[in-house]
C-alpha cells in the first residue's frame, strides 16, 4: 500500500474459530453476512487484525513489539491491507471508495453472450429456504444418526444380501423388465426419493452442528436436473470429523437406502413396488461411486477429499502447485513454489491436479459431443466449437503465453534439455511417415460354402458322409423319410384316377357338360400339385451342391430321429482357394497399394495369423454388406443402417479388399473373423489426423 495508514474493517464480519491447519496451528474463519461468503486466516494474520484498531502500520508493529507478538513486519501488514481490501472486507469511504467499488463491479460483470454460453450448460434455481423447517423437524431425524438404527440397516442389509443371492438369476434379468411405461414410472420415481434423501440427509447432518442451510434447489448440467443444498456455513466447523459427516451424509443415506431395498426387493412380489426397489438397489450405487464419489468434479467425493487432506480450495491450490511443477520440469526456472506442504501431500496434490485435468479433457469432450448432438446441426457445430476452445484450447494457450513471457529466464539446463528432447520425440512421432498398413475388420472364409438345411420335416433314414469327408457333387448326403409326404402323393393319385374316371363318363358331349369343365380344370390342378409332391420326394435324397468337404456335422444325428423344417445338418466348404474379405473407407482406400503382403488376424488367439496377398481393390463403394459379422450390430466396427428388407447398409462409403492367402493349399475349416493389416503407403501420424479430421468436418458440414 502506498499510505501508511489502513481501511477500517467492516463492523457486520464475524469471526469464528476454524480448525487447526497441517501444521497443529491455529486458524480462524472471516464470515462475510452480506455475501455468505467464508474466508480462512492463520495465526499471523489473526495476530495482526487483534492489533488492527491502532490504524496504522507503525502503530501495529509497535504494539506487536510491546505485547511481544514478534513474527511479522510491515510487509506482512501490506500484505493483508490488500488481501482484505480484494475481499471487500473493509469499509470504502469517500469519493475514492465508491469509485473502487464501481470499478470492482464492473469488473465482475460478465457479457451477456458469455453469460449465455455458459447458463446453458450450468446453472442453479434455489427453490426454497429450508433453514427453519430444518430447525423445527431436527428432533424428527435423530434416530437415524443413532447407532442402533444403522445396526438394524447393516442387518437387514446383511439378509437382504443373502436372499439376493438365491435369487440372483432372477435379479439379472430384472432389468429388461423395466422398459415398461410402468416401470419407467416407478423407477423415475425412485430415482427422486433417492436425491431427496441425499440432499435431506446433508442438510439436516448441517443443521445439526448449528450451521445455516439458506436456500435448496435444482441445478442443471448439461440440461440434466440434480438437487443441491448450500452447505457453506459448514466452514465454522473446526472438527474434521464434523464436516467429514456432513459432506459424507448424503451418500451414506443413499447406501441405506440400497440396503433395505434390497431387503425389500427379495420379499416383495411382483410389480411396480418391486421394480422401484429395484431401481434403488442398482441406481444408487452406481450413482454413489460414479458421480458422488468422484474427487474430480465438486461433490461429495471432492469436499471429503478435501477435508481428509486437510487442503482448503483444493482444486485451486493443487493446479497452482501442479502448474509451478510442470513449469520446473520442462523449464527449471528455479521459482519459489505458491504454497509449501509436506512432501507426501505436495505429491498427492500434484497427482491429483493432472489426474483432475485428464478427466476434464475427457468430460468437455464428451460434454461437446453431447451439445452436439442435443441440437440440430448448425448450432450443435457452434457449440461444440465454443466448448472445446473455451474449456479445453483456451487454457492450454494461456499457459503457453505465461512460459513464452518467461523466456528470457530460460537458461540452458537438465530440465531444458529432456524438455527440448521429449518435443523431438514427440514431433518425430507425428511427423515421420512410419505408418505402412491399413488396419480393418475382416472375414477369413472358402470362397464357396454352403448350410444344408433340410427342406421339411422328416425322418433321418440314412447317413453317408462324416465329418471332413470329401464330396463330389450331387453326392447322397442324407436319406430321409416323409409318411406324410408318402400318404399325399398317394391320395394325389387316387384323385387323379377317379377324376379321369368321371371324365371318360362323360363321352362325347363332355365338352357341352359345364360339371366336364369343372372335372377338367380340377385334373390339372391335382396333376400339378402331384409334381410338386414328386419334387419334394427328390428332396428326400440330400445331395451335396458341389464338390467340397464335409464341416460343423450335427454330431446328434441318428438313425430313425425326427428332424424339424430348417434345421442345419451339415456345412460343405468348397476345396477351392479359400479368401479374405475387408471394407475400408474412402480416404484409406486412397493409400492401399496392390503390391506387398497383408496380414490376417483372427479374433481367435488359438489360430494362426495368415499371410495374403491383395487380389482386388474395388473402384465403387459397396451397396450392402453381407457379412453380418463385420458390422457394428453383430459385434464389428462397420456401422450400418438396416433397411425394412433387412439388409445392411453402411452409413459410409466403404470398398471391398478381397485378398488370398499366400498358403492356397488350406482351406478353411469355418469361417473366421479378425482384423487385416493391409499394404499401404506410408504417412505420418499428423497426415492421418488432417485427413481423418477433415473428412469428419466435411461429413458434417453437410446440410
Given at each position: 500500500?502506498?499510505?501508511?495508514?489502513?481501511?477500517?474493517?467492516?463492523?457486520?464480519?464475524?469471526?469464528?474459530?476454524?480448525?487447526?491447519?497441517?501444521?497443529?496451528?491455529?486458524t480462524?474463519?472471516?464470515?462475510?453476512?452480506?455475501?455468505?461468503?467464508?474466508?480462512?486466516?492463520?495465526?499471523?494474520?489473526?495476530?495482526?487484525?487483534?492489533?488492527?484498531?491502532?490504524?496504522?502500520?507503525?502503530?501495529?508493529?509497535?504494539?506487536?513489539d510491546?505485547?511481544q507478538?514478534?513474527?511479522?513486519?510491515?510487509?506482512?501488514?501490506?500484505?493483508?491491507?490488500?488481501?482484505?481490501?480484494?475481499?471487500?472486507?473493509?469499509?470504502?469511504?469517500?469519493q475514492?471508495?465508491?469509485?473502487?467499488?464501481?470499478?470492482?463491479?464492473?469488473?465482475?460483470?460478465?457479457?451477456?453472450?458469455?453469460?449465455?454460453?455458459?447458463?446453458y450448460?450450468?446453472?442453479?434455481?434455489?427453490?426454497?429456504?429450508?433453514?427453519?423447517f430444518?430447525?423445527q423437524?431436527?428432533?424428527?431425524?435423530?434416530?437415524?444418526?443413532?447407532r442402533i438404527f444403522?445396526?438394524?440397516?447393516?442387518?437387514?442389509?446383511?439378509?437382504?444380501?443373502?436372499?439376493?443371492?438365491?435369487?440372483?438369476?432372477?435379479?439379472?434379468?430384472?432389468?429388461?423388465?423395466?422398459?415398461?411405461?410402468?416401470?419407467?414410472?416407478w423407477g423415475?420415481?425412485?430415482?427422486?426419493?433417492?436425491?431427496?434423501?441425499?440432499?435431506?440427509a446433508?442438510?439436516?447432518?448441517?443443521?445439526?452442528?448449528?450451521?445455516?442451510v439458506p436456500?435448496?434447489?435444482?441445478?442443471?448440467m448439461?440440461?440434466?436436473?440434480?438437487?443441491?443444498s448450500?452447505?457453506?456455513?459448514?466452514?465454522?466447523?473446526?472438527r474434521?470429523?464434523?464436516?467429514?459427516?456432513?459432506?459424507?451424509?448424503g451418500?451414506?443415506?443413499e447406501?441405506?437406502?440400497?440396503?433395505?431395498?434390497t431387503?425389500?426387493?427379495?420379499?416383495?412380489?411382483?410389480?411396480?413396488?418391486?421394480?422401484?426397489?429395484?431401481?434403488?438397489?442398482?441406481?444408487?450405487?452406481i450413482?454413489?461411486?460414479?458421480?458422488?464419489?468422484?474427487?474430480?468434479?465438486?461433490?461429495?467425493?471432492?469436499?471429503?477429499?478435501?477435508?481428509?487432506?486437510?487442503?482448503?480450495?483444493?482444486?485451486?491450490?493443487?493446479?497452482?502447485l501442479?502448474?509451478?511443477?510442470?513449469?520446473?520440469?520442462f523449464?527449471?526456472?528455479?521459482?519459489?513454489?505458491?504454497e509449501?506442504?509436506?512432501?507426501?501431500?505436495?505429491?498427492?496434490?500434484?497427482l491429483?491436479?493432472?489426474?483432475?485435468w485428464?478427466?476434464?479433457f475427457?468430460?468437455?469432450?464428451?460434454?461437446?459431443?453431447?451439445?452436439?448432438?442435443?441440437?440440430?446441426?448448425?448450432?450443435?457445430i457452434?457449440?461444440?466449437?465454443v466448448?472445446?476452445?473455451?474449456?479445453?484450447?483456451?487454457?492450454?494457450?494461456?499457459?503457453?503465453?505465461?512460459?513464452?513471457?518467461m523466456?528470457n529466464?530460460?537458461?540452458?539446463?537438465?530440465?531444458?534439455?529432456r524438455?527440448?528432447?521429449?518435443?523431438?520425440?514427440?514431433v518425430?512421432?507425428?511427423?515421420?511417415?512410419w505408418?505402412?498398413?491399413?488396419?480393418?475388420?475382416?472375414?477369413?472364409?472358402?470362397?464357396?460354402?454352403?448350410n444344408?438345411?433340410?427342406?421339411?420335416?422328416?425322418?433321418?433314414?440314412?447317413?453317408?458322409?462324416?465329418?471332413?469327408?470329401?464330396?463330389?457333387?450331387?453326392?447322397?448326403?442324407?436319406?430321409?423319410?416323409?409318411?406324410?409326404?408318402?400318404y399325399?402323393?398317394?391320395?394325389?393319385?387316387?384323385?387323379?384316377?377317379?377324376?379321369?374316371?368321371?371324365?371318360?363318363?362323360y363321352?362325347?358331349q363332355?365338352?357341352?357338360?359345364?360339371?366336364?369343365?369343372?372335372?377338367?380344370?380340377?385334373?390339372?390342378?391335382?396333376?400339378?400339385?402331384?409334381?410338386?409332391?414328386?419334387?419334394q420326394?427328390?428332396?428326400?435324397?440330400?445331395?451335396?451342391?458341389?464338390?467340397?468337404?464335409?464341416?460343423?456335422?450335427?454330431?446328434s444325428?441318428?438313425?430313425?430321429r425326427?428332424?424339424?423344417k430348417?434345421?442345419?445338418?451339415?456345412?460343405?466348404?468348397?476345396?477351392?482357394?479359400?479368401e479374405?474379405?475387408a471394407?475400408?473407407?474412402?480416404r484409406?482406400?486412397m493409400?492401399?497399394?496392390?503390391?506387398?503382403t497383408?496380414?490376417?488376424?483372427p479374433?481367435?488367439?488359438?489360430q494362426?495369423?495368415?499371410?495374403?496377398?491383395?487380389?482386388?481393390i474395388?473402384?465403387?463403394?459397396?451397396?450392402a454388406i453381407?457379412?453380418?459379422?463385420?458390422?457394428?450390430?453383430?459385434?464389428?466396427?462397420?456401422?450400418?443402417?438396416?433397411?425394412?428388407?433387412?439388409?445392411?447398409?453402411?452409413?459410409?462409403?466403404?470398398?471391398?479388399?478381397?485378398?488370398?492367402?499366400?498358403?492356397?493349399?488350406?482351406?478353411p475349416?469355418?469361417?473366421?473373423?479378425?482384423?487385416?493389416?493391409?499394404?499401404a503407403?506410408?504417412?505420418?501420424?499428423?497426415?492421418?489426423?488432417v485427413?481423418?479430421?477433415?473428412?469428419?468436418?466435411?461429413?458434417?458440414?453437410?446440410f
Amino acid at each position: 500500500m502506498a499510505q501508511d495508514s489502513l481501511p477500517l474493517l467492516r463492523d457486520d464480519l464475524q469471526l469464528h474459530q476454524g480448525p487447526l491447519d497441517q501444521d497443529g496451528a491455529s486458524t480462524w474463519t472471516i464470515f462475510d453476512p452480506v455475501r455468505n461468503k467464508y474466508i480462512r486466516i492463520g495465526q499471523k494474520a489473526f495476530q495482526i487484525l487483534n492489533c488492527w484498531n491502532k490504524g496504522s502500520i507503525e502503530d501495529i508493529c509497535q504494539q506487536a513489539d510491546e505485547s511481544q507478538n514478534v513474527g511479522f513486519d510491515a510487509d506482512d501488514v501490506k500484505w493483508l491491507a490488500d488481501f482484505l481490501v480484494k475481499n471487500e472486507l473493509v469499509v470504502q469511504a469517500g469519493q475514492q471508495g465508491v469509485e473502487a467499488l464501481e470499478k470492482r463491479a464492473n469488473s465482475s460483470k460478465i457479457k451477456w453472450y458469455k453469460q449465455l454460453l455458459h447458463k446453458y450448460l450450468f446453472f442453479k434455481i434455489p427453490l426454497f429456504h429450508p433453514d427453519r423447517f430444518l430447525r423445527q423437524h431436527l428432533s424428527w431425524v435423530q434416530f437415524f444418526y443413532h447407532r442402533i438404527f444403522f445396526f438394524i440397516v447393516v442387518l437387514f442389509g446383511a439378509l437382504g444380501g443373502f436372499l439376493l443371492m438365491r435369487q440372483w438369476a432372477e435379479f439379472t434379468v430384472a432389468l429388461p423388465q423395466l422398459m415398461t411405461w410402468q416401470g419407467i414410472a416407478w423407477g423415475g420415481g425412485a430415482l427422486i426419493l433417492s436425491k431427496i434423501c441425499h440432499e435431506l440427509a446433508h442438510a439436516f447432518s448441517a443443521a445439526r452442528h448449528n450451521c445455516r442451510v439458506p436456500t435448496m434447489g435444482v441445478a442443471f448440467m448439461v440440461m440434466w436436473p440434480m438437487l443441491y443444498s448450500d452447505l457453506s456455513d459448514t466452514w465454522r466447523l473446526t472438527r474434521k470429523n464434523q464436516r467429514l459427516g456432513v459432506a459424507g451424509a448424503g451418500m451414506i443415506a443413499e447406501l441405506v437406502l440400497a440396503l433395505l431395498a434390497t431387503f425389500l426387493w427379495s420379499i416383495l412380489p411382483d410389480g411396480g413396488l418391486r421394480d422401484a426397489t429395484f431401481v434403488l438397489v442398482t441406481v444408487t450405487w452406481i450413482t454413489t461411486l460414479a458421480i458422488n464419489l468422484n474427487p474430480f468434479m465438486r461433490f461429495d467425493g471432492y469436499y471429503l477429499l478435501a477435508d481428509i487432506l486437510g487442503v482448503e480450495n483444493l482444486q485451486d491450490r493443487s493446479f497452482s502447485l501442479g502448474k509451478w511443477y510442470l513449469r520446473e520440469w520442462f523449464l527449471g526456472l528455479g521459482e519459489k513454489k505458491p504454497e509449501s506442504f509436506p512432501y507426501k501431500t505436495e505429491r498427492m496434490l500434484i497427482l491429483y491436479a493432472y489426474c483432475t485435468w485428464v478427466y476434464r479433457f475427457f468430460l468437455f469432450l464428451g460434454i461437446g459431443l453431447i451439445v452436439y448432438y442435443l441440437f440440430f446441426k448448425l448450432l450443435g457445430i457452434f457449440l461444440f466449437t465454443v466448448e472445446i476452445v473455451w474449456f479445453i484450447v483456451l487454457p492450454i494457450v494461456r499457459e503457453l503465453k505465461v512460459w513464452w513471457k518467461m523466456r528470457n529466464q530460460i537458461s540452458f539446463s537438465r530440465p531444458v534439455f529432456r524438455s527440448f528432447m521429449l518435443l523431438a520425440v514427440i514431433v518425430g512421432a507425428l511427423v515421420f511417415p512410419w505408418q505402412k498398413h491399413v488396419t480393418s475388420d475382416a472375414i477369413y472364409h472358402a470362397s464357396a460354402s454352403n448350410n444344408i438345411y433340410l427342406p421339411f420335416a422328416a425322418q433321418l433314414q440314412e447317413v453317408y458322409i462324416e465329418e471332413g469327408m470329401s464330396v463330389r457333387k450331387n453326392d447322397v448326403l442324407f436319406s430321409l423319410h416323409s409318411p406324410d409326404l408318402e400318404y399325399e402323393v398317394l391320395q394325389t393319385k387316387r384323385r387323379i384316377e377317379i377324376k379321369k374316371v368321371l371324365l371318360d363318363r362323360y363321352g362325347a358331349q363332355r365338352e357341352a357338360t359345364n360339371r366336364w369343365i369343372v372335372l377338367k380344370k380340377e385334373l390339372g390342378e391335382e396333376v400339378s400339385k402331384l409334381k410338386g409332391l414328386e419334387k419334394q420326394q427328390k428332396l428326400l435324397k440330400v445331395q451335396a451342391p458341389f464338390d467340397g468337404v464335409v464341416r460343423e456335422l450335427d454330431n446328434s444325428l441318428s438313425i430313425g430321429r425326427w428332424l424339424g423344417k430348417k434345421q442345419l445338418l451339415t456345412k460343405i466348404v468348397s476345396q477351392n482357394t479359400p479368401e479374405i474379405l475387408a471394407y475400408v473407407n474412402e480416404r484409406d482406400r486412397m493409400h492401399l497399394l496392390e503390391a506387398g503382403t497383408a496380414l490376417f488376424i483372427p479374433k481367435d488367439f488359438h489360430q494362426p495369423s495368415i499371410s495374403a496377398h491383395v487380389v482386388e481393390i474395388a473402384d465403387i463403394n459397396t451397396p450392402a454388406i453381407e457379412q453380418a459379422g463385420l458390422v457394428d450390430v453383430f459385434g464389428g466396427s462397420v456401422a450400418v443402417t438396416k433397411s425394412p428388407n433387412g439388409t445392411l447398409i453402411p452409413k459410409e462409403g466403404l470398398y471391398r479388399v478381397r485378398l488370398t492367402p499366400v498358403d492356397k493349399t488350406i482351406s478353411p475349416e469355418q469361417t473366421s473373423f479378425g482384423r487385416v493389416h493391409l499394404p499401404a503407403e506410408t504417412k505420418s501420424l499428423i497426415r492421418s489426423f488432417v485427413e481423418t479430421a477433415g473428412a469428419v468436418l466435411i461429413r458434417e458440414t453437410g446440410f
